[in-house]
């Protein structure tokens, strides 16, 4: 049984206005427990609706939502139980923090949860030593920590719901190359540890290509490929002609391959690159020898 | 939800009234409302009516857009038509114990309500048929000989530029900031009142906090683009009045005297 | 020698502590010394916290140092009485596209600055105009900012200063809250600004792609100048720059990694095509 199941979800906006815009279109989408997806589209190309709707944060035009096999807006579930199961990072969640302290802030989602004191503080200290967050930060406030720190308190607030399914929309943004790798890290940590379903909505091929186990690419309000990493990148070409920026190096040998090099063009990350041309140079050193 | 208030109220067009000079509409709905308070009798409110309608039909407003515009008023005029009739003194048209309905008060609650519809309608007609900026530009230029007696009221239009800038801004956030704690659990649509109140804190004091940030922000932003306050300062955007501004403020005097004079000749 | 329109002189930079706090106040800036020629575009680049968007602050009087002298156009910025002069001659840019948007209608926002100026209302309507064209937003000047999209807003901006007529424009991480489109859109406009209108650049940025379209790049770390070179040279440096949690462009990344595995290989490569046609003779050789 998928973790994520949608069937024919669409949401229209503004209906009978002259705004109405149909955000997701007739979505199909099976999501297995345990997966580390990606999501990449463009602004605008139904993601971010797409992940209110798992959460039951939006309620769909027509079409379902199941989570771990329940149809989340049927009459005896509670959607306020779904969100604990859902646990969703908005685009810069350091703007939703409020407690006076760090410690109470990350215990607000489990606080909320009717969870006894213990275990919330259990949570809390797992949560912030995984984020990276120093055991005397819990009592600053988080108001005076620096941007980063902010942002991982934000994250730690969610994880520490241990939802089944987390839902991050773009962690990253705004933050400098090492910020961004350092959260990207703790994310798949946290997935190692738990095994739960993760989702990671990013601008950045790089980012996903790094991390993800599969990627989920939106396109126009519909799903346009939910495949396996290398999978997708195998259609790189395909990408670039809707307007998505594929990962320079992946432009580099697809660029190789129109000058007549017979290459693989599924690469992605530069330890792969490396691997495809030394590789390569093997190959043709032994049809090289061959020949001769 | 929250994106759906229209702020300002301002319905775009070509109509004439739409084309008319801010600083003369604001002038003549000045002196529109001088007509209702100035009229005695029910034939000089309805001088005042009847330049009303001319105005609205020229400004191609939908009707249906005039009577939204009333909702909010609806208790008031409830109120007023209830303190009229009952409690005027006269001659009683019918009697039920201790209340008495009045040919005096009908009258009079009548007279009241026409006047808070036309009054309501007349002002929404200036919002209606003027963007806010144009608004409050025209408002600083009608009140900058203020400035003589030290009124900051460039300030003050800043002030009200700045806001109208950030409603949509704030508005879309505090949605955002809604969805992320209800992520979290916060449950916002049950409990007892002193419940709620306090479920409102994890979306007040972020939204309280970023709107601080994005005051400092900008602040720095307008230092960088020179801004010393109002002095010296020259506007893009011309006010520019013609012949049909000045007409339209003469009919409306025109209308005022009537409504004047009707007073006298039933006075 | 080119022209310096911006030049920092030995700047020293702390925040002021708490009166209570007796600890000595963390130094942001030290002897940091830099000239900007006229006509150039530089990025600077560093990890939140290194100083950068403090040296960007400096250059329009903004803040000013603590030690040393910042001048612009020969301007010292701590002269008050020639400050609009100096923010007339050096505008800039921030992240937050909201947050530096002050009118409800696009042109008139790019008016702002002429308007505080005093400029007379024609002069104005023309070079408000030519600002818009010139970031390629003119269709859009009766638009409300808030229906705009992030890089729209930003070129809004952009505009906004262009129409002061300065010599420099300073942008800090103007990217950094972009989508992929925004961000091209904002950087197009930046180089088109730099090459066709010879306004000189600063770019601060998180992405080593944008910096690596700089004429020049200067690396902060801690308050001080680590690297200051063409781009080529100082993405060649492929180990400091990861050291200082900073990054490299993937080709140059991956050039270095060939060079680990001992393949012959340059470092100094930093575009995909260079990157494309050193691996073409590699594989084809």
């Known amino acids: ?292 | 939800m929250l994106k759906d208030i229209t702020i300002g109220q301002f319905f775009p067009g070509k109509s004439p009234v739409h084309k008319l000079d801010p600083r003369f509409k604001i002038i003549i709905t000045g002196i529109f409302i001088g007509m209702l308070f100035s009229a005695d009798g029910f034939i000089a409110l309805g001088v005042g009516i009847v330049f009303l309608i001319m105005a609205f039909l020229i400004s191609e407003i939908p009707f249906k857009l005039m009577l939204k515009s009333l909702k909010p008023i609806v208790p008031i005029i409830i109120f007023t038509s209830v303190l009229n009739i009952f409690f005027l003194d006269g001659a009683p048209l019918l009697k039920l114990g201790f209340i008495k309905i009045t040919a005096e008060g009908l009258r009079t609650s009548a007279f009241m309500v026409i006047r808070i519809i036309a009054l309501i309608m007349g002002s929404s007609l200036l919002t209606y048929t003027t963007s806010p900026i144009t608004l409050t530009d025209a408002i600083e230029r009608l009140l900058s000989p203020l400035k003589k007696i030290k009124l900051p009221v460039h300030e003050l239009a800043m002030m009200m530029t700045i806001a109208l800038r950030f409603i949509p801004t704030l508005i879309e956030e505090t949605d955002k900031i809604i969805s992320a704690q209800k992520a979290r659990g916060a449950d916002m649509e049950s409990g007892s009142i002193m419940q709620r109140v306090k479920a409102l804190t994890p979306i007040l004091i972020p939204l309280f906090v970023s709107a601080f940030r994005r005051a400092e922000e900008l602040a720095v932003a307008m230092e960088c683009r020179c801004y010393q306050g109002g002095d010296g300062r020259t506007r893009l955007r011309q006010l520019k009045s013609d012949g049909r501004d000045y007409f339209a403020l003469g009919l409306s005097i025109v209308f005022l005297n009537i409504v004047i004079g009707l007073n006298i000749i039933f006075g | 020698m080119a022209e310096k329109i911006i030049s920092a002189q030995n700047v020293d930079f702390h925040y002021e502590n708490d009166p209570e706090d007796k600890t000595p106040p963390k130094q942001v800036l030290k002897n940091v010394s830099l000239d900007i020629e006229r006509g150039q575009f530089t990025a600077i680049l560093g990890h939140n916290g290194s100083g950068k968007s403090t040296i960007a602050k400096h250059m329009n009087g903004i803040l000013l140092p603590c030690g040393g002298k910042v001048y612009v156009d020969g301007i010292d910025t701590c002269d008050e009485d020639r400050i609009f002069d100096v923010r007339q001659r050096v505008g800039m840019v921030f992240q937050n596209p909201d947050n530096q948007l002050v009118a409800t209608i696009v042109e008139e926002d790019v008016a702002f600055a002429l308007e505080n100026l005093g400029v007379p209302t024609d002069e104005m309507r023309q070079r408000v105009d030519d600002a818009l064209k010139s970031v390629g937003m003119y269709e859009y000047r009766e638009h409300s900012p808030h229906q705009l999209s992030g890089g729209q807003k930003q070129r809004i901006a952009i505009a906004g200063i262009i129409a002061m007529r300065p010599d420099c424009i300073v942008l800090d991480e103007p990217t950094a809250m972009l989508d992929p489109k925004g961000r091209q859109e904002v950087l197009r406009t930046i180089r088109k600004l730099n090459h066709d209108f010879g306004i000189t650049a600063v770019l601060i940025t998180h992405y080593m792609e944008e910096a690596a379209q700089a004429d020049r790049i200067v690396v902060m770390d801690n308050g001080e100048i680590l690297m200051d070179d063409i781009p080529k040279n100082v993405f060649s440096n492929v180990e400091l720059m990861k050291r200082i949690g900073l990054d490299v462009p993937q080709v140059t990344e991956l050039m270095y990694l060939l060079g680990q595995s001992g393949l012959p290989s340059d470092t100094h490569i930093i575009s995909e095509g260079e990157c494309a046609d050193a691996l073409a003779l590699l594989l084809k050789g």
Not at chain 1, 226 to 241: H, I, N, Q, S
């Open chain 1, 1 to 292: 049984m998928p973790m994520i199941k949608t069937e024919g979800l669409t949401y229209t906006y503004s209906i009978g206005t002259p705004f109405e815009k149909t955000a997701v279109n007739n979505i199909d989408l099976e999501i297995e427990e345990g997966t580390f997806s990606g999501i990449i589209g463009h602004t605008g190309s139904g993601k971010s609706t797409l992940i209110q709707h798992l959460n039951g944060l939006i309620r769909p035009t027509s079409g379902k939502v199941f989570i771990d096999g329940e149809d989340i807006w049927s009459k005896d579930v509670k959607i306020r139980d779904i969100r604990f199961k859902v646990g969703l990072v908005f685009q810069y969640p350091e703007y939703q923090i409020f407690e006076e302290t760090v410690y109470k802030d990350i215990a607000f989602g489990p606080k909320n949860m009717g969870l006894p004191d213990d275990e919330i503080d259990r949570r809390v200290k797992e949560t912030a030593e995984l984020v990276g967050l120093k055991p005397e930060t819990l009592d600053k406030s988080p108001f005076e920590l620096s941007g980063g720190q902010k942002r991982r308190v934000a994250i730690a607030g969610v994880m520490a719901m241990e939802p089944k399914v987390l839902i991050l929309d773009e962690p990253t943004a705004g933050l400098d190359p090492k910020g961004r790798d350092k959260i990207l890290g703790q994310i798949k940590e946290y997935h190692r540890q738990k095994n739960t379903t993760v989702l990671l909505v990013s601008h950045s091929m790089e980012d996903v290509a790094k991390f993800a186990d599969k990627i989920l690419v939106m396109n126009k309000a519909q799903v346009f490929c939910y495949e396996d990493t290398p999978e997708v990148f195998k259609r790189a070409d395909e990408l670039t002609g809707i307007g998505l920026s594929v990962p320079q190096i992946t432009r580099v040998f697809l660029d190789l391959k129109k000058r007549g090099i017979d290459i693989r063009t599924d690469v992605y990350t530069t330890e792969f690159a490396k691997k495809t041309i030394l590789e390569y140079l093997e190959n043709k050193g032994k049809r090289g020898g061959a020949d001769a």
